[in-house]
């Protein structure tokens, strides 16, 4: 997936204009009007339209460097059975991190997060293999832990003094992991 902040840094760098860099997209969907729109869209983050690899085969070639310059890729692992803040701990510590430093961390952490982080950083790194990455230079740019509320299925309540009841709430979360290529 095409990276925004990389995007922006090497337009800076090369002091390459979005105008360029909208004559490179024209196709057959977009006008020079809808491709900078598109452009600064992406230096934002904002992904509409959703650029395709053809789109990012032309922004690299424009700013001359190569696809994988441009690309992070990304892994998650959805509704995983254990609450945000737990899960939250064990991804501060990887962010930032060459993947191999990190999946040493995740191996020697003693928490219950520390097994789910590392398979969703497994998919992110095989996703770059892939795409023939550099995976010996991979380093994590973001691992996001966001809550997904009540576990379907664990609405419970137990018993408590004088008829009271209290719930029992087992939460889930998101986890997201981003691989890039070190520079």
């Known amino acids: 997936m095409l990276?925004?902040?990389?995007?922006?840094?090497?337009c800076d760098e090369?002091?390459?204009?979005?105008?360029?860099?909208?004559d490179q997209l024209i196709r057959g969907r977009l006008d020079k009007k809808a491709a900078a729109a598109a452009v600064r869209n992406w230096q934002k983050g904002l992904f509409r339209p959703r650029p395709s690899r053809e789109d990012m085969s032309?922004?690299?070639?424009?700013?001359?460097?190569?696809?994988n310059d441009l690309s992070d890729w990304r892994s998650s692992y959805k509704y995983a059975p254990l609450s945000a803040r737990k899960a939250r701990l064990?991804?501060?510590?990887?962010?930032?991190?060459?993947?191999?430093?990190?999946?040493?961390?995740?191996k020697f952490t003693p928490k219950r997060a520390a097994s789910m982080v590392d398979k969703v950083l497994?998919?992110?790194?095989?996703d770059a293999d892939e795409q023939q990455a550099d995976v010996e230079n991979l380093r994590i740019s973001e691992a996001r832990v966001d809550d997904a509320g009540v576990r379907i299925g664990t609405k419970r309540w137990i018993p408590k003094d004088r008829g009271r009841a209290h719930p029992i709430r087992k939460t889930a979360c998101h986890i997201y992991v981003a691989v890039t290529q070190a520079q």
């Open 3 to 10: 990276s925004a902040g990389k995007l922006k840094e090497i």
């Open 14 to 22: 090369r002091n390459v204009t979005v105008d360029k860099l909208a």
């Open 58 to 67: 032309r922004l690299a070639a424009a700013l001359g460097v190569d696809v």
């Open 90 to 106: 064990v991804a501060q510590l990887i962010v930032g991190r060459s993947v191999q430093d990190a999946m040493d961390i995740l």
């Open 122 to 126: 497994k998919a992110a790194v095989a």
